[in-house]
């Protein structure tokens, strides 16, 4: 029979035991929720990072395609009079001068004759180009120059039609670092006589690339169709002029320089990891129209995950403590046989599931339709006809928990400015609505959001719903939107609250209704490009005539068909004043208690 000291070193050495056991367990354990943790993390902010990167390099794509395009207008815009001046070449000049004054934008231009064209002047390029203030003319035709030899003299000549040129210093011309755009030009007998030029200076590149970090040691590149990095880092600022080739032995990643280069060759968007500088990059990249470059942003992925990186220190010495301690608490107790009985060890692991990574989309809205075929209980439809190219109206729906959360808003202005302020509201709503069930909250949030990062005072009209599929009952917000329409027995107006549209000033109290449809109710929301839209006497389509075609129609698709058509029918020829958007919900649960 064991005494009572062996027994007692026996449970100390059980006790030690269990307890060296249960340490290895808790770390092995803290650890293994560190590394979830850690993964979970990192996917999150590595989507954030290509979210906005993705949104930098589309704000970087539409400045350089505007101003592409401005030059080309210009260009194109002058062809026939060029055409019409051939006989009469002393009143060339006054062509490259008339679209320098006209277009801020374009720094020069030039109408080159071709050699021996003409035959008083074998040779004439007049050449108009700005300094400073004031408008300069020079002439390209000296032996220095050499005009027929250039890049931009030729290729449109060899292609027979408009051509941007590769970047290059126009010594003895501009003078400073441009592209050109040039265009051929024919006589009335179709002979090749001339060439029309703008010129754009690549100074604003700096301001575009250098104007927006994203995160403190991130850079944007441009790199043009023949393989020149427009702009990239620089001790003298931020404007450098290098080829690839050279930027390639920079970098000396051979093998991630070679993936990034055949995706930019090849036109395609996306992100790759690139060593500069003895770290790993993500380097994102996207093509920019017309001009065949590409705009690349790359940022350090010690940056990205530099707060990970703070939290995981602060979580090692915690649990680190925490490990101290519960080793304190075992020797006390293995020294101690009667607490050691009494006692019941039980530890209990928190394990805290990090959900980082919202689900934000800069992508068009639902167009496929009926958008959940397999479903009895709900039909929709809905359109979006913008007034311009890209318009400011936005619609989005989808189904959660049984539940369908739809919006339909209208951002201020129209055009490009527009659409990026509703592509952000959308990625908001989604974002927002995946963790919030009310209408008031969703609304809130994004009302707070927008209202911090509204430089330019641009607002959005919105209406949010929660419509529950099971009982029908629906649940809404209204900011400063037209109401909707309900078509039941008859077709009445949802009373809705006026409230302020978002993004006017944050910490908004905004207020949420409800109320129930019934088996085979229709809610009907437009934009008032809608209800407000004009035809050539400038009569509005108005809400009556909106009712008036409401009856008419039950079926979603249907509603939407006659909408348009009476629309339409209404306007004539006008052209359209606003953008229009309508969403049709029918609601078809016959089940509803």
């Known amino acids: 029979m064991k005494s009572k000291p062996a027994k007692t070193n026996t449970l100390v050495r059980k006790s030690t035991t269990a307890g060296l056991m249960l340490i290895v367990v808790a770390a092995l354990t803290l650890e293994a929720i560190s590394l979830l943790q850690n993964y979970f993390s990192r996917k999150g902010l590595m989507e954030e990072a290509q979210l906005r990167a993705e949104s930098l390099l589309e704000t970087t794509r539409l400045q350089i395609a505007d101003a592409t395009h401005q030059a080309e207008s210009a260009v194109r815009n002058s062809i026939w009079i060029a055409r019409w001046c051939l006989d009469y070449p002393d009143s060339l000049p006054r062509i490259p001068s008339r679209i320098v004054e006209d277009n801020p934008s374009v720094m020069g231009s030039t109408i080159a004759l071709v050699p021996n064209y003409s035959r008083k002047r074998p040779l004439y390029s007049p050449y108009a180009c700005r300094e400073g203030d004031t408008l300069v003319m020079k002439s390209l035709a000296t032996p220095e120059y050499d005009y027929p030899s250039k890049e931009w003299f030729v290729k449109p000549l060899e292609l027979n039609e408009g051509y941007w040129s590769e ?3 126009d010594v003895g011309g501009g003078n400073v670092l441009m592209t050109t755009y040039s265009v051929p030009i024919q006589d009335s007998k179709g002979k090749s006589a001339a060439v029309l030029t703008a010129d754009i200076s690549l100074a604003w590149l700096s301001e575009v690339t250098g104007s927006a970090m994203i995160y403190p040691h991130s850079y944007e590149l441009v790199v043009s169709r023949g393989g020149s990095t427009l702009v990239c880092p620089s001790t003298d600022g931020p404007l450098m002029w290098v080829n690839i080739e050279d930027l390639k032995e920079m970098v000396k990643d051979t093998e991630g320089f070679e993936k990034i ?3 930019v060759n090849a036109g395609e968007s996306g992100n790759f990891p690139l060593k500069l500088d003895g770290k790993i990059n993500q380097v994102f990249f996207s093509p920019v129209d017309l001009t065949g470059w590409t705009a690349a942003i790359a940022i350090p992925e010690d940056e990205i995950y ?11 010495l915690l649990q680190l403590l925490g490990l101290c301690i519960l080793l304190l608490i075992l020797r006390t107790t293995a020294t101690n046989q009667m607490k050691y009985q009494k006692m019941n060890e039980k530890k ?3 394990e805290n599931e990090l959900k980082i990574g919202r689900n934000i989309q800069m992508a068009m809205i639902p167009n496929i339709f009926p958008p959940f075929p397999e479903r009895q209980d709900i039909d ?9 190219e890209v318009g400011g109206d936005l619609y989005d729906f989808y189904i959660r928990d049984e539940k369908l959360f739809f919006c339909i808003g209208d951002v201020s202005g129209k055009g490009v400015p527009a659409s990026l302020v509703m592509a952000v509201t959308r990625s908001l709503f989604r974002t927002v609505s995946a963790h919030e069930k009310s ?3 969703i609304v809130t949030v ?4 927008m209202s911090d990062m509204n430089e330019s005072n641009m607002f959005v009209t919105f209406f949010c719903g929660c419509l529950d599929l099971t009982t029908g009952h629906l649940r809404y917000c209204n900011a400063g939107h037209n109401p909707p329409f309900v078509v039941s027995d008859k077709v009445r107006t949802l009373k809705v609250l006026p409230n302020l ?10 207020k949420e209704q409800e109320t129930d449809l019934k088996y085979d109710d229709t809610l009907f929301l437009f934009t008032d490009g809608l209800n407000e839209a004009e035809n050539a006497a400038f009569e509005q389509f108005s809400e009556q005539r909106l009712e008036e075609i409401l009856n008419e129609r039950r079926d979603a698709q249907g509603h939407l068909d006659a909408m348009k058509q009476a629309v339409a029918d209404f306007v004539g020829g006008a052209p359209q004043s606003d953008d229009l958007t309508m969403l049709v919900i029918h609601y078809m649960n016959n089940t509803t208690p």
């Open 348 to 350: 209990e692991l928190m």
């Open 167 to 169: 970047p290059y210093l």
């Open 446 to 449: 994004m009302n707070d959001s």
């Open 439 to 441: 209408p008031q909250r």
């Open 306 to 316: 530099r707060d990970i990186r703070r939290v995981q220190w602060l979580e090692r």
């Open 261 to 263: 280069a055949r995706a």
């Open 380 to 388: 929709l439809s809905a359109c979006l006809i913008p007034a311009k």
């Open 501 to 510: 549209p978002m993004g006017v000033m944050p910490k908004m109290s905004f």
